[in-house]
């Protein structure tokens, strides 16, 4: 038979490896998609500022343009000039001794944290994950081949990590737990207490830890950041994972980094070149402008969103027989609880929202099972948006 008769063309579909075929649609994009095809709708459903970049940030990637300084390559690890800025922000922020040696620019955080695990996990490894997590961590791990393992986090104290379930699912096939804090989609910010209890867990499991920071600035009241890898003993084995996106509003820039040991570094670079070669250059200087100017738009943006969190609380508040909710202690998201009966399907409930009420949110089932009956939503907005969208969930809700 020839290789071009059509018959033969008809009977194969494209192969499909089964780690891929594993993963679903992504229900943030999926919602971003269906959100397109309706006119007018009132957006919270994606975890992106819509503050621009602030303009010193702007003027600094041009000017490395005009100087052509972008049209190659940097070092893979990403700019010295950068590494080291990076290395004085670890130390000052995060409490991190750090070295540029020990410092990989990523494309994101999102790069880094795949990055990581394809370093540290072998097919088949387990990973831990507090449960509702981010759920592309979820499919990190699984495009990593390794098996995500997610245990639930304790919802009526605030979705705080649940240590001894998190004891007890560790098997000898666990090698690392990774989490978000302030957590995506939660909110919740992940006390020192509690970390240091899971340090001690993976000091005793010889485990990884693998950390996404993402929103670290961006904490309210008695809340605080702590990094884990601030600890001594858990300086050799925590990758720790940072973004400019969501600091300095510059999520279209695709520019982060990590932060390992000496040893460590070498290897997830293995990994780190054929994602990437290297973050985008113009991004590197526009990232190094950032870390370098004044931090005053920091502070701005952190106080956007706490005003626009205690609206959205409000707003919830007047909406008590349909939602349940914890206040967020940190990043621009939260996790309410759906009171109605036909909440028991998340996608559902979103999808009819979307398209009967134009309110475009996401279904808590996208961060795991224990987000059934939850739906994810994003106040990085303005508070025009907010009301908008408030004012048609109760005309809606009657």
Not at 67 to 96: F, M, Q, T
Not at 99 to 105: K, N, R, S, T
Not at 229 to 243: D, Q
Not at 266 to 287: G, N, T
Request: one cysteine or more; proline letters at 6%; aromatic letters at 8%.
């Amino acid at each position: 038979m020839s290789r071009l008769d059509p018959d033969c063309e008809m009977n194969h579909s494209p192969r499909v490896s089964n780690r891929v075929q594993q993963i679903q649609k992504s229900a943030i994009h999926e919602m971003t998609r269906l959100s397109k095809q309706v006119e007018d709708v009132a957006f919270l459903s994606w975890a992106k500022p819509t503050s621009d970049t602030p303009e010193h940030i702007k003027q600094a990637a041009v000017a490395a343009i005009e100087k052509g300084l972008v049209g190659g390559y940097s070092e893979s690890s990403g700019l010295l000039a950068l590494r080291r800025e990076i290395a004085a922000k670890l130390k000052r922020d995060n409490s991190i001794d750090a070295d540029p040696a020990q410092i990989i620019v990523t494309v994101g955080a999102i790069e880094g944290l795949a990055a990581a695990l394809m370093a540290v996990i072998d097919p088949g490894d387990e990973v831990i994950l507090p449960s509702p997590t981010y759920s592309t961590h979820i499919r990190q791990v699984v495009i990593a081949s390794g098996k995500p393992v997610l245990v639930p986090t304790i919802e009526e104290q605030g979705f705080i990590l649940d240590i001894d379930r998190v004891r007890q699912a560790i098997t000898p096939k666990t090698k690392a737990v990774m989490y978000c804090s302030p957590s995506n989609p939660t909110g919740t910010v992940f006390s020192e207490e509690q970390l240091c209890q899971l340090a001690d867990i993976c000091i005793e499991h010889n485990l990884t830890a693998i950390t996404d920071e993402a929103y670290e600035y961006f904490t309210y009241e008695n809340n605080y950041h702590f990094s884990i890898a601030s600890l001594p003993e858990m300086r050799k084995r925590t990758v720790s994972c940072y973004t400019f996106t969501k600091t300095y509003a510059m999520t279209g820039w695709r520019v982060g980094y990590l932060h390992a040991d000496e040893e460590l570094v070498p290897q997830i670079s293995k990994a780190h070149i054929p994602f990437a070669i290297c973050a985008p250059v113009v991004s590197q200087y526009a990232a190094l402008a950032a870390l370098q100017g004044p931090q005053d738009c920091v502070v701005r943006f952190r106080e956007h969103y706490l005003s626009t969190r205690n609206l959205m609380c409000e707003r919830l508040d007047r909406l008590s027989s349909v939602f349940d909710y914890h206040k967020p202690g940190g990043s621009y998201l939260m996790f309410p609880r759906i009171l109605l009966d036909q909440g028991k399907d998340s996608t559902t409930f979103c999808k009819n929202l979307l398209r009967e009420a134009k309110v475009s949110t996401t279904p808590g089932i996208a961060f795991g099972p224990t987000g059934q009956s939850h739906l994810r939503l994003s106040f990085c907005v303005s508070e025009q948006e907010i009301n908008k969208a408030f004012d048609r969930m109760e005309a809606y809700f009657g």
